[in-house]
């Protein structure tokens, strides 16, 4: 089984910065893009940004020059630096990871549970 646990969500002030951290576990025999993905109250789940497994990123043109994204392949862990925080920010981050559990199965898109993150003004 794969899991991906996400943590660092928080309470900060608008202006702020927070750190997110997801790590895969389990049976993982390779990880292609890992990624965030937010989603605010009454809204759809957004893309934030996607790394490959090389480094190539992607960020979403609302987070531009403020987030982040990095991974240690080593750790299965991806990251999502987030400064310059602001109210509209808040939502429920998720960590989204393409795993190929095994050598002989097929890479799917895996997910973990949300982390919240909240910028009061």
């Known amino acids: 089984q794969v899991q991906l646990v996400e943590s660092g969500g928080g309470l900060v002030q608008a202006g702020g910065s927070l750190r997110l951290s997801c790590a895969a576990s389990?049976?993982?025999?390779?990880?292609?893009?890992m990624g965030w993905y937010r989603q605010a109250p009454g809204k759809q789940r957004e893309l934030v940004a996607t790394?490959?497994?090389?480094?190539?990123?992607n960020y979403a043109d609302s987070v531009k020059s403020r987030f982040t994204i990095s991974r240690d392949n080593a750790k299965n862990t991806v990251y999502l630096q987030m400064n310059s925080l602001k109210p509209e920010d808040t939502a429920l981050y998720y960590c989204?990871?393409?795993?190929?559990?095994?050598?002989?199965?097929?890479?799917?898109?895996?997910w973990g549970k949300g982390t919240l993150v909240t910028v009061s003004s």
């Open positions: 989204n990871a393409q795993i190929k559990p095994g050598v002989l199965f097929k890479g799917r898109d895996y």
């Open positions: 389990g049976s993982i025999f390779s990880i292609n893009d």
């Open positions: 790394i490959t497994n090389v480094g190539t990123t």
